[in-house]
């Protein structure tokens, strides 16, 4: 079952830990992957010093944080990579989950060569734990790029599914790479499958 508009119109917090288990969808031409949502990270701007919307900051970049829930907000770091989040609550609210590591689940092999320009076999035991452990990684993986800014997540591009697996705990911990957030690096925003290897 797709997830509706709804879903994202929650607190962030909310959203990014119940969005852990549930399947990535990425459709492009005749291809469909899938992969289970594994880590994510919640970011809030009216009380987080992480967040590219941190004190009311409005620029091209993070209008998309303040629009309507259930849109893609895409973004480049150090130059190269892009990082996928689902923007959450209502509009004129600054919040957004980002997807930090999928584990693949259907067409892996697509991912590979998105990834590595490689077929799966070809991979090493290194190169097929790391093809979606990281939000960059991930992206590239399943072909998300700026041109993805904005995507409609009830679409048919970028979506997430509910297929009901629930076996599995949940762990919350400090989010990773914002020493600079003062205590927002303290937050408890972090949100992963316990033991999981992706």
Known sequence: MKLNRNFYD???RIVAEDLIGKILVRKYGDT???SRIVETEAYIGAIDKASHG?????????????GPPGYAYVYLIYGMYYCLNFVTEKEGVCSAVLIRA???LLNEEEMSINR???QLKELTKYQKKNISNGPGKL??????TIKHYGADLTGDEIYVEDDGYRDFKTEKSKRINIDYAEEAKNFLWRY???HNKA
């Not at 992206?139 to 998300?144: S, Y």
């Open 10 to 12: 929650r607190d962030a």
């Open 32 to 34: 469909v992957i899938k």
């Open 54 to 66: 941190y004190g009311g900051k409005v620029t091209p970049r993070t209008k998309i944080m303040y």
């Open 102 to 104: 999928v584990e693949p």
């Open 116 to 118: 590595y320009g490689k």
């Open 139 to 144: 992206c590239n993986a399943l072909k998300i």
């Open 192 to 194: 992963t499958i316990q």
